[in-house]
């Protein structure tokens, strides 16, 4: 096989959630880096469980995350007669046989088996029969399933697989397994095995969970007679307890969507999941969208050994990857760290370096939401709209942060830190009149400048006797609502006169 070619096949049966999105963006990453292609294919056979609300959550949490994908999507239940004709093969070649046992059969059988403490297994009494005993059942109208014949003969079915190395199952440990149901519907393991083979997929990257189904699907691959494809099973994420992460268990906060709507960067999502199973030798932590891209579509770049640099031509390996499942850290009752602080601090990383433009591009989407949202700051307020963000980004952690902590810089109905109250406002009683009487002296200047608003709450706290950190933090306290940020005399110059002013006078209120 001389093209790469992957796939992301999601089933269709709830939102896009995070162990899925890391999957995905694997799989991406090694298209990118070989210059291959990736598949996407929806898995929809379950046709129960299967929405059209869940195909689109999944397609947009991708797009999203910028996971572009080459093809499709292809929709696995479109390929029914396929995959029924793959069983037909199977069956005329003499690699499967109807089973026509019926459940309660199957089911005493097992009882007894565990009853006896012994493993049940299908003992193949369907395989035995002759072909008049299949047409005589057949002709009485008995349901049947088809099993794959499994070979009998000692040996075992083994690969290596790109990230648990050697893999191996003995033949009289894997069962004649079902192709296909009774009501005459293929089972997910051939459906996918027909769906790789025609897709041409020359590596399947997936979760380890898929790694027990790999033996039987090499089985029914070489059945088939097809090449097989390169396997590389992903650990899997799990959370602090160790237990698999699922949307059963853990609810909406393993989904893309969740992250999304908490303010996060796609890319910076993109990036922590990456790191979720993932590392380089220097654990290094940041890579942008086109540090990685570039370092998989360009391999002929000069190996830099120095620990400061990572070596950019081994960026994405399967050798990174960690055997050990990953732990995916998050507290729930914490709403300031509600996922991992890993992620969180990535998110802030990129919250505060990405070009402001970026920024302001995401966070219109996040004040559009919130009615926050002005059309003049995408026309004559755009610098100070960007400004507000750049001034304040500082000290944020996800998108939300602008509409919440920054309000101020933006509406007039932000809330007040509890904090910022007791501490610069109520422990100042003078505050009541001085920040007025500052208000005053501002509204007397005929624009606020750094220097000028300096220079005037300077002189004012000297005559005053106070420190000047009083009046600044009070004036911080009632124009930001907050107990942090930039330098006050920048945020007088940027905030607007007009606001600053009634802001200073207003802080009678806060004493009443
Ligand atoms: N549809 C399967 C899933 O969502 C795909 C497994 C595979 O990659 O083979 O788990």
Redesign the pocket.
Same mark, same amino acid.
């Given at each position: 096989m001389t093209e790469v070619r992957v %796939?992301f096949?999601?089933?269709p049966t709830g939102y896009l959630h995070i162990g899925?999105a890391r999957?995905a963006i694997y799989n991406w990453l090694f298209a990118r880096k070989h210059g291959g292609k990736l598949v996407l294919r929806i898995?929809d056979t379950d046709a129960e469980r299967s929405t059209q609300e869940s195909i689109q959550g999944i397609l947009d949490g991708l797009e999203w995350l910028g996971v572009t994908w080459d093809e499709g999507p292809y929709f696995q239940s479109e390929y029914a007669a396929e995959h029924m004709a793959a069983a037909q093969r199977l069956l005329a070649d003499g690699n499967a046989y109807k089973c026509f046992c019926s459940k309660e059969e199957l089911e005493a059988k097992r009882e007894a088996a565990a009853a006896a403490k012994g493993d049940y297994r299908y003992d193949g009494v369907c395989r035995k029969l002759s072909p008049e005993q299949v047409r005589e059942k057949e002709a009485q109208g008995l349901p049947y399933v088809i099993r794959f014949k499994v070979p009998q003969e000692p040996g075992k079915v083994g690969f290596d697989d790109q990230v648990y190395g050697r893999v191996e199952r003995a033949h009289e440990d894997i069962e004649d397994f079902v192709i296909v149901r009774s009501n005459g519907m293929p089972l997910?393991l051939l459906c996918?095995v027909v769906d790789d083979i025609r897709d041409r997929i020359s590596h399947?990257i %997936?979760?380890q969970?898929?790694l027990s189904?790999t033996p039987r699907q090499i089985l029914l691959y070489r059945a088939l007679g097809a090449e097989l494809p390169i396997f590389a099973h992903m650990p899997l994420t799990l959370d602090l307890n160790k237990a698999k992460i699922s949307k059963r268990s853990h609810g909406e906060i393993v989904s893309v969507q969740f992250y999304r709507e908490q303010g996060f960067l796609p890319w910076a999502l993109a990036n922590f999941l990456v790191l979720l199973g993932w590392s380089t030798s220097d654990d290094r932590e940041i890579f942008s969208r086109e540090e990685l891209i570039e370092a998989f579509s360009f391999d002929g770049i000069t190996r830099s050994n120095s620990i400061f640099n990572y070596r950019k031509d081994d960026a994405f390996s399967f050798d990174g990857i960690t055997r050990s499942n990953s732990i995916f850290n998050y507290r729930k009752d914490d709403p300031k760290f509600f996922t991992d602080p890993k992620a969180i601090n990535i998110n802030a990383h990129y919250l505060r370096t990405l070009p402001i433009e970026e920024i302001g591009a995401l966070v219109k989407v996040e004040f559009q939401k919130e009615g926050l949202w002005d059309s003049a700051y995408d026309g004559e307020k755009k610098q100070w709209f960007l400004k507000n963000l750049d001034m304040t980004r500082e000290r944020f952690h996800t998108l939300k942060d602008f509409a919440s902590l920054g309000r101020a810089w933006f509406a007039d109905d932000f809330a007040m830190d509890e904090t910022a109250l007791a501490k610069n406002v109520l422990k100042h009683p003078g505050l009541k009149e001085w920040l007025p009487m500052l208000a005053e002296r501002f509204d007397a200047l005929p624009e606020l400048s750094h220097d000028e608003t300096e220079r005037v709450c300077r002189e004012f706290a000297e005559e005053l006797g106070v420190k000047v950190g009083v009046l600044v933090n009070g004036a911080r306290a009632v124009i930001t609502g907050q107990v942090k940020g930039p330098s006050m005399f920048e945020v007088f110059a940027q905030i607007s006169k007009q606001r600053v002013v009634t802001r200073l006078k207003g802080a009678t209120q806060y004493f009443e």
């Open positions: %796939r096949p999601p089933s899925g999957t898995e997910y996918n399947v %997936r979760g969970d898929g189904n």
